[in-house]
């Protein structure tokens, strides 16, 4: 059978199983289903056996994976914390200013529908689910439109705004990594009761786990704000942060998670933002804020070494973003870029989040020349650029 048959009919198989038993038989009747997919239906409603269901529709309805894997390796699914990186809308339904479940954010993502995703189109997560081959996008933990079968391929519980040091999510009211830590034990409790113990011990083993954050911490809670500035000087302030990197791991290595990677914190002086408040009249980068994230990353990838060499099969990879978007900002047009300094929303300079709406108008004849959508979010076109070939340079560590 066909792979694009098979998902139609698994899809047909769950549509089925929702029906009642009157509705269900007088269409399995009509001869809609091949042999091997009436068998199927057969074994799981004779023995109510869901999970079956569930994991077969996470393997037939999967995408083309880009990435090979090793023999006999493989990544049920992909879970992601942290900021507004790879937040897919878990900020919509929440009380703060850090969202963007409004135009023009979604512009070019599917449909063109705002969904929450603090870009144009997609971000780190959607793409890395597909180059794995699991889904086209990842959704959101709180979207309330996730159904069953989305969980066991995973989810985002990142919050726009979030990050390290507990302060930052406080200042705007988003989700702590603490929190989503909780939101994480939540989902695991839903997949036992949804597969069973032992199924989901084998889907928190072999998945990937990533945490992207830091970036809030350095550029808005201590060089914006600065409200840790009269408590911790910057190698002070970043020892917590790791520290506190150093803890998230370790609980999810506690809850389950084998394979985890932390994005390092990227050259946040340089986002459009940063140029406007910190970079002077010229707008350069500022570079006190990426000797703080130099710094962080320094300290973040010696605490994950020492994961590694402690936790049994435990791999905790490093991944650098901030040497390759380096390069991608200083040089753009080698990497298929025209513009560096500004975003596409509004002026570009400055406009983020609910400052970049539906009365701001998108400045950008061609948005994928640009590497920054609004004043500190890349657009899809940049994150491809970046994300892809680190995912393929960090692969191979996971296993």
């Not at 049920?76 to 135009?103: E, H, W």
């Not at 933990?141 to 969980?151: A, I």
């Not at 061609?366 to 500190?376: E, P």
Request: net charge positive; with cysteine.
């Amino acid at each position: 059978m066909h792979k694009q048959g098979t998902i139609r009919e698994a899809k047909n198989i769950f549509l089925l199983l929702r029906q009642p038993n009157h509705i269900r038989r007088d269409r399995e009747s009509q001869g809609r289903l091949s042999k091997t997919m009436k068998f199927l239906l057969l074994r799981l409603t004779s023995c109510c056996f869901y999970p079956t269901l569930f994991l077969f529709l996470t393997v037939v309805c999967s995408v083309k994976s880009s990435v090979k894997l090793p023999p006999n390796v493989t990544v049920p699914a992909l879970l992601l914390f942290g900021d507004s990186i790879v937040d897919a809308g878990n900020n919509n339904n929440i009380r703060t200013l850090v969202k963007c479940n409004f135009p023009p954010y979604g512009k070019d993502f599917e449909g063109g529908v705002p969904t929450g995703r603090f870009c144009n189109g997609k971000v780190p997560s959607d793409i890395i689910a597909k180059e794995l081959g699991i889904k086209d996008t990842l959704p959101a933990y709180l979207d309330p439109t996730v159904l069953p079968q989305d969980l066991v391929t995973g989810v985002t519980f990142a919050s726009g705004g979030s990050g390290f040091d507990p302060l930052t999510p406080k200042v705007v009211s988003v989700i702590s990594l603490s929190d989503q830590l909780k939101y994480l034990k939540e989902y695991i409790g839903k997949l036992e009761a949804m597969i069973g113990e032992e199924k989901t011990k084998f889907i928190l083993k072999n998945s990937l786990f990533f945490v992207v954050a830091g970036s809030d911490d350095i550029a808005n809670t201590y060089f914006t704000i600065r409200a840790r500035k009269s408590q911790y000087d910057v190698p002070a302030y970043t020892d917590l942060m790791a520290n506190s990197a150093y803890s998230f791991a370790q609980e999810l290595y506690e809850l389950g998670a084998r394979r985890i990677g932390f994005f390092s914190a990227p050259p946040v002086g340089c986002v459009p933002a940063q140029r406007t408040l910190a970079g002077g009249a010229g707008r350069k980068c500022a570079e006190n804020l990426n000797e703080a994230a130099k710094l962080f990353n320094s300290k973040l990838s010696k605490k994950l070494d020492s994961l590694g060499s402690s936790l049994p099969n435990g791999r905790f990879v490093y991944i650098d973003v901030y040497n390759l978007l380096l390069d991608i900002i200083q040089n753009p047009n080698k990497h298929g870029f025209q513009v560096a300094d500004k975003g596409c929303c509004g002026t570009g300079d400055i406009e983020v989040s609910v400052l970049c709406n539906q009365h701001t108008h998108v400045m950008c004849a061609n948005v994928s020349d640009h590497i920054f959508w609004d004043s500190y979010h890349p657009t899809e076109a940049a994150y491809k650029a970046l994300v892809s070939p680190l995912f393929r340079e960090y692969m191979n560590k996971f296993f």
